[in-house]
């Protein structure tokens, strides 16, 4: 079986992320793509970061009635920062017979030498990213590809477009009190505006 692992923060989930998992899921012709949001993100301070169960409840929205898409909280239920390399071990046991293609963005392909355990992950998995930009990006994007050649490792430098949002821009809008109905599905919109998340 071959199954997408599409980790993050998740805050929020956005259009941008599910597309991108959709690319994903047909270009290479995965089974699944597991979503698993971060507990505790290993980069990123707590400022604006919506409670783990919130984030959880928003993916799980977000992915409902997609048979393509399935959510896993395994990251919920370990203590301290949430690494990589600790999921996809857990992951590998609890799917031996699955084929990992752990999907990352640009930024962090390009530092994914600063990861931990990182020449680890390269044995584990293949690693998968877009070109955010234009051909410049994705040519930076292979140069650095050839440490992971290398290191024997795998990797998928996707050539469709990325939609260019964060959920950093989604969480200014909502401070700034702008629309972004059309940035996030209806029901993550819904939930966004019932439980006040990233008004300060």
């Not at 597991?34 to 301070?45: D, G």
């Not at 600790?86 to 994914?112: M, N, R």
Request: aromatic share 12%; with cysteine; charged share 25%.
């Amino acid at each position: 079986m071959k199954t997408g692992i599409f980790g993050g923060a998740f805050n929020p989930i956005h259009n941008g992320h599910l597309m991108l998992a959709r690319s994903y899921y047909e270009s290479l012709g995965l089974d699944k793509v597991l979503f698993v949001p971060t507990a505790v993100p290993p980069h990123k301070t707590s400022e604006y970061l919506a409670s783990p169960q919130d984030r959880l409840n928003m993916v799980r929205l977000a992915t409902e009635g997609n048979d393509a898409f399935e959510v896993c909280d395994i990251e919920f239920n370990r203590q301290g920062k949430s690494y990589t390399y600790d999921t996809l071990l857990q992951l590998k046991a609890l799917y031996p017979e699955s084929e990992f293609y752990l999907i990352i963005g640009a930024d962090q392909f390009l530092t994914f030498h600063q990861w931990y355990r990182y020449r680890d992950i390269l044995n584990m998995v293949t690693i998968c990213t877009s070109a955010r930009e234009d051909e410049q990006e994705k040519r930076k994007l292979l140069d650095y590809a050839e440490s992971f050649e290398e290191m024997r490792g795998k990797y998928y430098i996707a050539g469709y477009p990325v939609m260019k949002l964060s959920s950093s821009d989604i969480r200014n809008r909502i401070r700034d009190k702008q629309d972004i109905s059309d940035l996030v599905p209806h029901n993550v919109y819904k939930y966004i505006l019932e439980k006040g998340l990233y008004i300060v």
